[in-house]
């Protein structure tokens, strides 16, 4: 069984910083693609983001700049390295997995998926 767990969550000031992990289990599959998601309230969740298990990456418009991916398969952990936030970063983050080894942003492809990590930004 597959399981994503999420950590590195917390509140800081516009400006800050934050490095959220995912430490992954139960893969029995050789390659995965490891994608961030954040839904605020009252928002779709979207795609911030992804990461082949080959390394190629993928940011959202608002991400590119600031936000950083990267992943250490042996550990099968993917970090987020987040710089510059802003209160429009709020958000509940998830990491979720998929085996086709596809960086997209549709969280459709994705089968499984950790249980969220806050993220509070205050001006």
């Known amino acids: 069984e597959v399981q994503l767990v999420e950590s590195g969550g917390g509140s800081v000031q516009a400006g800050g910083s934050l490095r959220l992990s995912c430490a992954a289990s139960?893969?029995?599959?050789?390659?995965?693609?490891i994608a961030w998601f954040r839904q605020a309230p009252g928002k779709k969740r979207d795609g911030v983001s992804s990461?082949?298990?080959?390394?190629?990456?993928d940011y959202s418009d608002s991400a590119k700049g600031r936000f950083t991916i990267s992943r250490d398969n042996a550990k099968n952990a993917v970090y987020l390295q987040m710089n510059s936030l802003q209160p429009e970063d709020t958000a509940v983050y998830y990491c979720?997995?998929?085996?086709?080894?596809?960086?997209?942003?549709?969280?459709?492809?994705?089968?499984?998926w950790g249980q969220g990590t806050q993220v509070t930004v205050s001006s």
């Open positions: 139960g893969f029995t599959r050789a390659k995965y693609a």
């Open positions: 990461i082949t298990h080959d390394g190629l990456k």
């Open positions: 979720a997995a998929n085996p086709y080894n596809l960086g997209v942003f549709d969280d459709q492809v994705y089968d499984f």
